[in-house]
């Protein structure tokens, strides 16, 4: 029996050691911690599932509420940059997670003017700082 050999150049096997070499540095650096995983269901957060007919964040006009942070003193830098992601614990205290990678809770909620409803100050304290 005669086996197929497909030649392969120098220049060819150096090529394909190069693209691997490369595409493993690319990787490494997008993914410093490893790669993502896909977890098992069981291993999934469990809360209650979404519920699309909360409006509670709106206005009876369709209007978001704007959620600012109300700072104490005068000057101090806030801690609420660029908020992302917002999480809501089973007491109902609302986190977000921060541009710094900082945890902080969102409590107190205030109107800010008597005649707009939409903009609302809160109180902002800082849970924990992730590091990241």
Do not use: W
């Not at 109107?111 to 609302?120: E, T």
């Amino acid at each position: 029996m005669v086996k197929a050999q497909i030649p392969i150049s120098p220049v060819g096997f150096v090529s394909v050691i190069f693209a691997a070499v490369g595409i493993h540095q690319l990787l490494s650096k997008q993914f410093p911690h490893g790669r993502p995983v896909d977890l098992a269901p069981s291993n999934r957060h469990s809360g209650p599932p979404m519920d699309p007919t909360n409006v509670s964040l709106r206005l009876s006009n369709g209007k978001l509420t704007k959620i600012y942070e109300r700072v104490e003193e005068e000057g101090s830098p806030g801690l609420m940059v660029g908020p992302e992601t917002l999480i809501f614990d089973n007491n109902g205290t609302m986190y977000t997670l921060t541009e710094q990678s900082k945890l902080v809770s969102i409590t107190d909620f205030r109107q800010k003017r008597d005649d707009d409803a939409s903009i609302m100050m809160a109180k902002v304290t800082e849970v924990a700082d992730l590091g990241i």
